[in-house]
């Protein structure tokens, strides 16, 4: 018999939750770090420049539930459009706090554009990307002037795949040297780190203050990304951005994400993340939004919508109805969560059960706030009805779904009301 997929748990230690001590950074009204919630993020894949493309998707992704949305700022026509996207979220009712993502020229756009740097939240600076030779410092210094100026703070993300190739060309001639060479993943792993480490030093004797500075070092392989910030998290107290750089299409993606992430979330590492999806042809943006937010509700850290348990089915039940309830029910609760958030707050908490047959249908029912065990193969056509944990009615005939889902709507009634409460 298969298992059933399993509902977030509580954890099996209240230690195995307790976060790192960071400082807590301030952007735009969100914080991130000092032990709030582990916030999500995410990254638009829109032409800036084109402000109504742009506006929309980030309207999309905020709704989705990013709290941070980041954009590409890699031109002057996308300088100037930042702006003019705040303005229009700002029209739409959409505060969520923007990102802009610099490589390169980011301290000329900043120079050029001063109502960008304005209408940004927060600057992303990858210290691999900020410039070459006897430039790089005083391009870095620049950004940094810039976040002091406008009272911003900075992420500091080194990746992987922009290593700052001085930094790992001096430190293989220092690993050269030693009498027990290291070998050249742990080699380059330590030239990321330094990066990161080093570069948020120098800004802050600039004069950036530590609560303004989020650090990242982001690289594509599971087990090299928890390495790398199990080292990052004991060397500095910076808040810490999470995420597999370049993660992937697809399950792989999710896969390799929610392995590396859940792990380091486990051990208290992370106060911020984002998936890295490569999105499927047709597939919108906002995928790594819920994908993130599931991430954190089935690990037990955060509850945005109520989660669904369904059994994966099997030879008990031919019947697909089960599947299609299931989708009927958690498509159902995730549209009605922004308006429950505001009116009926804690439904995000809310257990639910979608089961396919008798053999765990009545047991995985009882242990939600609302389950159905559905008839499997063979059985009588009757679904019973478990409210917390008792028995609560039987549905027959050919609106079970209809009456589930009102079912639903009624016990957010009863139980999350602001006026019930
Ligand atoms: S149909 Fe029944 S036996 Fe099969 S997976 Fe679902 S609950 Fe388990």
């Known amino acids: 018999m298969p298992d059933a997929i399993t509902r977030p748990t509580p954890p099996a230690t209240a230690a195995a939750w307790s976060r790192r001590d960071t400082h807590p950074v301030n952007i735009g009204g969100i914080w991130v770090g000092g032990g709030k919630p582990v916030v999500v993020q995410s990254m638009t894949n829109t032409d800036t420049a084109d402000v109504a493309s742009s506006v929309r998707q980030v309207a999309d992704l905020w709704r989705a539930g990013s709290e941070l949305v980041r954009l590409t700022v890699n031109n002057p026509e996308s ?6 996207i705040r303005e229009k979220l700002d029209m739409m009712g959409v505060p969520v706090p923007l990102i802009g993502d610099f490589h390169y020229n980011g301290h000329q756009l900043l120079a050029a554009e001063p109502a960008c740097a304005q209408a940004l939240s927060k600057y992303r600076i990858n210290p691999g990307n900020v410039g070459f030779g006897r430039k790089k410092d005083l391009q870095f210094g620049q950004l940094i002037e810039f976040a002091i100026r406008y009272d911003k703070p900075v992420r500091i993300g080194a990746n992987w795949g922009s290593l700052d190739q001085s930094l790992a060309a001096q430190l293989m001639d220092e690993n050269s040297q030693r009498a027990d ?18 570069s ?64 380091l979330m486990q051990e208290g590492i992370g106060d911020t993340i984002r998936i890295s999806l490569t999105p499927e042809p047709g597939q919108p943006r906002t995928q790594e939004v819920i994908v993130a937010q599931e991430l954190l509700q089935t690990t037990g850290q955060r509850a945005f919508t109520p989660m669904v348990t369904a059994c994966p089915g099997c030879g008990r039940t031919t019947s697909e109805f089960f599947q299609e309830l299931a989708k009927v029910v958690q498509n159902h609760v995730r549209g009605k969560m922004p308006e429950w958030k505001i009116s009926h707050p804690g439904a995000e908490n ?20 609302i389950g159905i065990s559905l008839p499997g193969t063979g059985e009588a056509p009757a679904a019973p009805v478990f409210v917390d944990g008792e028995k609560k009615l039987t549905l027959r005939g050919d609106n079970i779904a209809q009456e589930f889902v009102a079912l639903i709507d009624e016990y957010v009634e ?7 409460s």
């Open 79 to 84: 300088a100037a459009a930042i702006p003019r």
């Open 181 to 198: 060479p290291w070998d050249a993943g742990r080699v380059l792993r330590e030239a990321l780190i330094r990066s990161a480490l080093d």
């Open 200 to 263: 948020a030093e120098k800004a802050v004797e600039i004069g950036l203050p530590r609560d303004r500075i989020v650090l990242s070092a982001k690289v594509s392989g599971v087990q090299e990304l928890i390495a790398v910030y199990r080292d990052l998290a004991q060397r500095s107290q910076f808040a810490l951005h999470l995420g597999l750089t370049e993660a992937g299409i697809g399950s792989k993606g999710i896969v390799a994400s929610s392995a590396a992430l859940a792990v």
């Open 350 to 369: 809310m257990t639910l059960a979608v089961m396919g047959c008798v053999v765990n249908g009545p047991g995985e029912s009882r242990h939600a706030n």
């Open 414 to 420: 009863a139980n999350y009301s602001r006026v019930a």
